[in-house]
C-alpha cells in the first residue's frame, strides 16, 4: 500500500501546482477559472487512459468484475484519486457546489480508496471513471464559453447537444450495465456494491437536472445550466 499511497500523494501535489501555476498565469480571471482549467485537463487525461483500460488493455468490466487490479489500473485510479481529493478540497474552502456534487466527489474517493486497499475491482470501477469523465471536457467546455460570451452560438448548441447525448448514452445507459454486472457478480465487496448503486444514484440525480435544463431550453427560457450542479 505504500507505494500506492506515495502515488496518491503525488497525484494531488502535481494537481494543486498546476492550479497554483494557472492561478499565475491567470491572475485577471477568477480561481474558479483556474481550477476549471485543471478540471478540463484532469477530464480529457483520464477519459484518455481509462478508455484504453477499457477497450485495449482489459479486462472487460462486464464480464471480470471483481478481477484483481492491473498496475495500469492502479495508476489511473490513484492518478484520479489525487484529483479529487484536490477538487473535494477546493470545493469544500471555496464552498462553491451543492450537495449533491459533493456527495458524488465523496462517494469516488471512498470507492477508490477501497478498490486501491482491496487489490480487486478497478476493473470495473476505472469503466465508472471512463463513462463519467468523457462528459467532463465538453461540460467544461461550456463554462469557458460562457465565460467568453460565446456559448449563445452554434459551437455552444452542439457543445450542449453532444454533452446530453453522451450523459444519457454513457453515464445512464452504459453506467447501468455496469453497475449490474458489478452487483450480480459474486466477487465485489459488497461495499464496492452498494457504493455503485449511490454513485447510480447520484447520476440520476444530475440526470434529473439536465432534463430540467432541456425543458427550459425546449420552451426557449434560460438555457442556463447550474454550474453548481455539474462539474463531474
Same mark, same amino acid.
Given at each position: 500500500m505504500v507505494p500506492i499511497v506515495l502515488e496518491v500523494t503525488c497525484s494531488f501535489v502535481t494537481w494543486l501546482c498546476l492550479y497554483s501555476c494557472f492561478c499565475r498565469l491567470n491572475r485577471q480571471r477568477s480561481y474558479k477559472w483556474s481550477c476549471r482549467l485543471v478540471t478540463l485537463l484532469h477530464g480529457l487525461? *483520464?477519459? +484518455?487512459?481509462?478508455?484504453?483500460? $477499457?477497450?485495449?488493455?482489459? #479486462?472487460?468490466?462486464l464480464t471480470h468484475a471483481g478481477?484483481?487490479?492491473? #498496475? !495500469?489500473?492502479?495508476? /489511473?485510479?490513484?492518478?484520479? !484519486?489525487?484529483? +479529487?481529493? +484536490?477538487?473535494?478540497?477546493?470545493?469544500?474552502y471555496f464552498q462553491t457546489e451543492g450537495d449533491l456534487m459533493l456527495l458524488h466527489h465523496t462517494?469516488?474517493?471512498? &470507492? =477508490? $480508496?477501497? *478498490?486501491? &486497499? !482491496?487489490g480487486k475491482s478497478a476493473t470495473? $470501477?476505472?469503466?465508472? *471513471?471512463? /463513462?463519467?469523465?468523457?462528459?467532463n471536457p465538453l461540460l467544461q467546455t461550456r463554462w469557458f464559453l460562457r465565460e467568453m460570451g460565446s456559448y449563445h452560438t452554434p459551437l455552444g448548441k452542439g457543445v450542449d447537444f453532444l454533452f446530453v447525448l453522451?450523459?444519457?448514452? !454513457?453515464?445512464? &445507459?452504459?453506467g447501468a450495465c455496469i453497475v449490474y454486472g458489478m452487483v450480480t457478480s459474486p466477487k465485489?465487496?459488497?461495499l464496492l456494491k452498494a457504493g455503485g448503486l449511490a454513485m447510480y444514484l @447520484?447520476?440520476?440525480?444530475?440526470m @434529473?437536472?439536465?432534463?430540467?435544463? *432541456?425543458?427550459?431550453? =425546449?420552451?426557449?427560457?434560460? #438555457?442556463s445550466m447550474d454550474s453548481q450542479s455539474f462539474q463531474g
Open positions: 487525461l *483520464v477519459t +484518455f487512459l481509462s478508455g484504453y483500460v $477499457v477497450f485495449l488493455d482489459g #479486462p472487460w468490466p478481477s484483481p487490479n492491473t #498496475p !495500469l489500473q492502479i495508476h /489511473v485510479l490513484s492518478l484520479t !484519486l489525487g484529483y +479529487f481529493i +484536490f477538487d473535494l478540497g477546493w470545493c469544500l462517494l469516488s474517493i471512498c &470507492g =477508490m $480508496v477501497l *478498490v486501491l &486497499g !482491496l470495473e $470501477v476505472n469503466a465508472v *471513471v471512463f /463513462v463519467s469523465e468523457i462528459t453522451l450523459f444519457l448514452v !454513457l453515464r445512464i &445507459g452504459a465485489p465487496n459488497w @447520484v447520476s440520476l440525480g444530475f @434529473v437536472e439536465i432534463c430540467r435544463f *432541456v425543458r427550459r431550453k =425546449m420552451g426557449k427560457k434560460s #438555457p
